[in-house]
């Protein structure tokens, strides 16, 4: 192996710099060259590909996004057009591939090595829900973005005795909303997994303050089916008492964020591990942190495959919120 690329796929967050940059570096120790692509599949299926060298990523590890960019391509689902871009990568002599994104990207590196390509994954995405690691890249700081919010709001909350809903990102996976919930003390969580109903957040936020509490968070995952339009409009028209319920989405400011120091870690050894995972051989896996190490799993595996939360920790959300 002399030639490797490297990629970022899907939704942007933050630590993906770092991983872009360790994988750059390490490579370049072991005398690789490494190329990188721009954004995403689409850059693949264009030529948008360039070398990168140590120098072309410094100073980008205390960013948040990705200097490569980022984008969405629906032609990479035609087989013929992957065909396409693993001959584009074998006449510049790129020997394998590492893709640094969420769920949907790894569905695409695992039809890349079903190919014949060699391909590593690296698990990014703020929504901790790709099979395969524990935590994902970029989890950390959309966290604690999304915390000092809750605890900003409830200052304010606390002030004039009512009650906030913050929305979360996380379409098909609560798990955003549920940690936020739990480290800035929210009285509700409203997720994906669990089916709620806007009269039972109601029951919820009156009877916090019928046990005293001068305020009343309310933590939603923009993907709930009790999101927060619904929750609203119902307050809207049956809870007229509850008009003082004030609603903030955080959206992507949670994508936006400087990377934490986790997440510069993180990133820094997913992107040391993956050319590591290539120099011995090994490649059709997703690097990943589980039980408090890298791991990798075959991308096959976690390829489509829903992530399940955790029951213990939903159920933490009820007996703490009291």
């Known amino acids: 192996m002399k030639r490797v690329a490297v990629l970022t796929s899907g939704g942007d967050a933050p630590g993906m710099n770092a991983a872009i940059r360790a994988v750059t570096r390490t490579a370049v120790f072991h005398g690789l060259e490494v190329f990188g692509v721009r954004n995403g599949f689409y850059g693949l299926l264009n030529g948008l590909i360039d070398p990168l060298g140590p120098r ?23 087989e013929a057009n992957r065909h396409a871009a693993l001959a584009d990568l074998e006449r510049r002599g790129i020997d394998a591939l590492v893709v640094i994104g969420g769920s949907g990207s790894q569905t695409g590196s695992a039809a890349l090595k079903a190919l014949g390509f060699p391909v590593i994954g690296i698990a990014s995405t703020i929504d901790n829900d790709l099979c395969g690691s524990d935590v994902t890249l970029g989890v950390d700081t959309a966290l604690n973005v999304a915390i000092d919010a809750i605890d900003k709001l409830r200052v304010t909350a606390s002030s004039h005795n009512r009650a906030s809903a913050v929305e979360t990102m996380g379409r098909g996976c609560g798990y955003l909303a549920l940690m936020a919930g739990i480290a800035g003390g929210a009285e509700c969580v409203v997720i994906p997994e669990v089916e709620t109903t806007p009269e039972e957040v109601v029951a919820i936020i009156r009877g916090s303050f019928e046990r005293g509490k001068s305020h009343s968070i309310i933590v939603v995952a923009e993907g709930a089916p009790c999101n927060l339009d619904r929750l ?45 995972c290539l120099r011995r051989g090994e490649s059709g896996v997703l690097v990943g942190w589980i039980d408090g190490h890298v791991c990798t799993t075959p991308l096959e595996e976690i390829a489509g495959k829903p992530k399940q939360l955790d029951e213990e920790t939903i159920r933490l959300t009820r007996v703490l919120a009291r």
């Open 232 to 276: 609203i409009a119902y307050c809207d028209e049956h809870e007229p008492g509850l008009a003082t319920l004030r609603a903030t989405r955080l959206g992507h400011i949670q994508r936006g964020g400087t990377p934490t120091s986790f997440d510069r870690i993180l990133g820094s050894r997913f992107g040391h591990a993956a050319i590591e």
């Open 56 to 78: 072309d990523v410094g100073g980008i590890l205390q960013h948040g996004g990705t200097v490569l960019g980022s984008a969405r391509c629906d032609e990479f689902h035609d």
